[in-house]
């Protein structure tokens, strides 16, 4: 059974930095895109992150581009994200995503294993 396991979302202070970490168990990720997406109440996923398996190729989204950093390691089966600088636009609850291997990266219905999710609060 495939699980990732997203953790580190707290509230926390506009201007402050958090990282969340991601555990990815029953798949082994090391030749596949990881991403991060996050979602504020509403019904729609934004893109935030994404790395290729060697950690050659960042991606980020136009919101998050310069503040946040993707990290992995292949190792421990583990993805995580850098958030710096953070605005209270950032609250939302943050996810990290399997990708299926041959699709574009950016589109959330390329990505096959999502985990449950960690809440961010940035208060102003």
């Known amino acids: 059974q495939v699980q990732l396991v997203e953790s580190g979302g707290r509230l926390v202070q506009a201007g402050g930095s958090l990282r969340l970490s991601c555990a990815v168990s029953?798949?082994?990720?090391?030749?596949?895109?990881m991403a991060w997406f996050r979602q504020a109440p509403g019904p729609k996923r934004e893109y935030v992150a994404a790395i290729d398996w060697s950690s050659t190729y960042l991606d980020y989204g136009d919101s998050t581009k310069g503040r946040f950093t993707i990290s992995r390691d292949n190792a421990k089966n583990l993805v995580a994200l850098q958030m710096n600088s953070l605005k209270p636009e950032d609250t939302a609850v943050y996810y990290c995503?399997?990708?299926?291997?041959?699709?574009?990266?950016?589109?959330?219905?390329?990505?096959?294993?999502w985990g449950q999710g960690t809440q961010v609060t940035v208060s102003s």
């Open positions: 029953g798949f082994n990720i090391d030749r596949r895109y």
């Open positions: 995503a399997i990708h299926n291997g041959y699709g574009h990266i950016r589109p959330m219905s390329e990505y096959t294993y």
